[in-house]
């Protein structure tokens, strides 16, 4: 559990904690421990919803294909924008040409 302070021995974890003491006082350690906590808890919050997500990933591949597919059913409103004004500038050539002859 405490493997990340594996060398220090019990006197210096003593000492550690007398200078923390003296620094922020009896009140707010409390209030302090209760914010790492709160911290490590998000933490572990989101570090597990990123891997349920990455876990998911692969299930949400075949809804994307079949959202590609019914994108390509409809037609793109851009694309009708574009066709009907080079229909229209087909029209205008179009006339034009009639006119001159």
Do not use: C, H, W
């Not at 003593?14 to 209030?31: A, D, R, Y």
């Not at 997500?53 to 037609?75: M, Q, W």
């Amino acid at each position: 559990m405490l493997a990340f302070i594996g060398g220090l021995g019990a006197q210096e974890l003593i000492i550690i904690f007398l200078i923390v003491l003296l620094l922020f006082g009896g009140k707010k350690i409390p209030e302090i421990a209760r914010g790492l906590g709160r911290g490590m808890k998000e933490f572990k919050k989101a570090r597990d919803d990123i891997r349920d997500s990455i876990d998911n990933a692969g299930d949400g591949d075949e809804e994307e294909e079949t959202d590609e597919n019914s994108e390509e059913a409809a037609p793109d409103p851009s694309e009708e924008v574009y066709n009907e004004a080079a229909r229209q500038q087909q029209k205008d050539s179009d006339d034009g040409a009639n006119t001159s002859s």
